[in-house]
């Protein structure tokens, strides 16, 4: 079965230093996994995606992750936050059916 | 964006009755997935689809029940809706490139509340 955890349910940075957001998972098999912002009232947006290809993925607005096997971790961060950063970020990973299971989210606050 | 609308967007509806939500897809994907979103549980799948008149349950199907008639259309119908289920409501879809699947794309969510 796949997971994803999210280490931190609530993060808060102050604008201009470094964000890390923290994902784990379990996968019987090599996994796709995603990052997704979601924004006060609004729909979810992808971040960035691994499907197996480079570790290091680079996504929108300066985010990246990194896939970390050994340590079964996908971890999100940006070398310095702004405050249009703020929002509900989720680590997805894709699951048996091409299914879609989440964790259960990360708050992030940035403090001007 | 990803041509996906939701209908209705907001819904206060009374315990007991029932209702139907609609997803309507433009772009002709094979899945289609009905989330709820609640506060510190993240998105939870309820059905998906996985082609006309194909579907299977969730993690959290109970009371839920869905159908496709069309590739373009996904309902999600609370038989009988109970105080549990207000809560945000959002389709998703997404489909196979070369044999690979794609990554969710999402509507904007319907707000459901149940009194």
């Known amino acids: 079965a796949q997971s994803v955890t999210q280490l931190d349910s609530h993060v808060s940075v102050s604008e201009g230093t470094p964000v890390l957001l923290r994902c784990n998972y379990s996968?019987?098999?090599?996994?796709?996994l995603f990052w997704y912002v979601q924004h006060p009232n609004k729909g979810l947006q992808l971040l960035l995606k691994?499907?197996?290809?480079?570790?290091l993925v680079k996504g929108i607005n300066g985010f990246e992750a990194e896939f970390k096997k050994s340590e079964t971790s996908f971890h999100l961060t940006k070398p310095s936050a702004h405050m249009s950063d703020a929002a509900e970020y989720f680590c997805v990973v894709r699951g048996a059916g091409n299914q879609f299971y989440f964790g259960t989210g990360t708050s992030l606050t940035v403090i001007p | 964006d990803a041509g996906i609308t939701q209908s209705p967007r907001h819904k206060v509806t009374e315990t007991g009755t029932p209702v139907t939500l609609r997803c309507h897809q433009t772009?002709?994907?094979?899945?289609m997935y009905w989330y709820r979103q609640d506060p510190g549980h993240g998105l939870r799948l309820i059905h998906y689809?996985?082609?006309?008149?194909?579907?299977d349950k969730g993690e959290v199907s109970d009371g839920y029940s869905v159908s496709r008639s069309k590739t373009e259309d996904f309902l999600l119908t609370l038989e009988s809706a109970t105080s549990s289920q207000t809560s945000v409501y959002f389709c998703a879809i997404s489909t196979l490139l070369q044999g690979l699947g794609t990554e969710a794309f999402f509507g904007q969510g319907t707000r459901l509340t149940v009194v």
């Open positions: 996968s019987s098999y090599s996994p796709s």
């Open positions: 689809s996985y082609g006309v008149k194909d579907t």
């Open positions: 772009e002709n994907h094979r899945y």
């Open positions: 691994y499907t197996s290809a480079a570790t």
